[in-house]
């Protein structure tokens, strides 16, 4: 099954692979992202983890008479964020390589 393998160039290219999603990942929780709900009204920040790092309220989107509208557009900005976070990390892991004949699962 592992005949004509070379171990060591197969272990420091799964080191290499080890080290290129460590420093992705990285990269990703120094990013900042934002996601805007109610045409502005509301912005969130996010870390490029998804840790909510600043919102920011317009005046306007405040009614004391509808405090779940301003709740939801809160929660509509956070996932907006969330989403651009999650589709940069996506985006920026780096591509596996095809596993030699044998490794498959």
């Not at 900042?32 to 840790?51: N, Q, R």
């Not at 405090?67 to 557009?73: I, M, N, S």
Request: charged content about 20%; overall charge negative; glycine content about 10%.
């Amino acid at each position: 099954m592992f005949e004509g393998m070379d171990m060591n160039a197969l272990l420091a290219q799964a080191q290499q692979m080890q080290a290129d999603v460590m420093k992705a990942q990285e990269d990703q929780a120094n990013r900042k992202f934002e996601g805007t709900s109610g045409g502005g009204l509301v912005t969130a920040t996010v870390s490029g983890l998804g840790d909510l790092l600043h919102l920011e309220i317009s005046p306007e989107a405040w009614d004391p008479e509808d405090p779940e509208t301003l709740a939801a557009l809160v929660i509509a900005a956070f996932r907006a964020a969330k989403e651009e976070a999650d589709g940069a990390a996506q985006a920026s892991m780096p591509q596996m390589p095809t596993l030699p004949e044998g490794f498959g699962f």
